[in-house]
């Protein structure tokens, strides 16, 4: 199985407190994430929050709290590598700001990683690629030496990652109006 790293500890300053704390159809968006890693197979799920409570979460998740994370979500993606087992084979990176992921179009890119393992595979949205994605292990050392508020973009370009299709994938939510026209 493919571990889930959950990426979940930003501040949310534009929003005014921490996303993953959010109401979004009955649920926070930390705990709509884990449900769908959750439900697309993933295991272990690990989410990596701020210096804040996360509530209550389904399923088995170790959340991983990022003490670093106002440097940005390079930290994030360190604390989550760092926390996985030593015999994870590759690691899907997912935020929970996206509302359009759900465990159909993770299963999906699970079914597109098995067939080049070696090969990291991402969402393709707004032009580019982006997460979700799943990196293989032999990338964990170039995630391990991100920095600043970068994700993995850079590697998923360099190493040519193959695409799913994703056009929701640019629709996240950064702001309360953000919020408000997805809850309608």
Excluded: H
């Excluded at 968006?29 to 993933?42: D, N």
């Excluded at 997460?131 to 370009?157: H, N």
């Amino acid at each position: 199985m493919i571990p889930a790293l959950i990426l979940a500890a930003g501040s949310g300053r534009r929003m005014g407190g921490p996303k993953a704390l959010l109401a979004f159809e009955g649920e926070t968006l930390l705990q709509r994430a884990v449900r769908v890693a959750e439900a697309a197979g993933c295991a272990p799920l690990i989410a990596v929050v701020g210096d804040w409570d996360p509530g209550p979460l389904p399923g088995a998740v170790s959340v991983i709290p990022n003490l670093e994370a106002a440097e940005g979500m390079a930290s994030s993606i360190r604390a989550g590598i760092r926390a996985l087992t030593p015999g994870s084979v590759a690691a899907l990176i997912l935020t929970v700001d996206q509302p359009g992921v759900d465990a159909d179009l993770l299963r999906q890119l699970l079914a597109l990683a098995s067939k080049d393992t070696d090969r990291p595979v991402a969402c393709a949205y707004g032009g580019s690629l982006g997460v979700p994605a799943i990196l293989p292990r032999r990338l964990f050392p170039a995630l391990l030496a991100l920095q600043g508020d970068r994700g993995a973009k850079a590697i998923l370009l360099r190493e040519n990652a193959a695409s799913l299709p994703f056009p929701e994938g640019g629709q996240d939510l950064d702001t309360p109006a953000d919020l408000e026209r997805f809850r309608r």
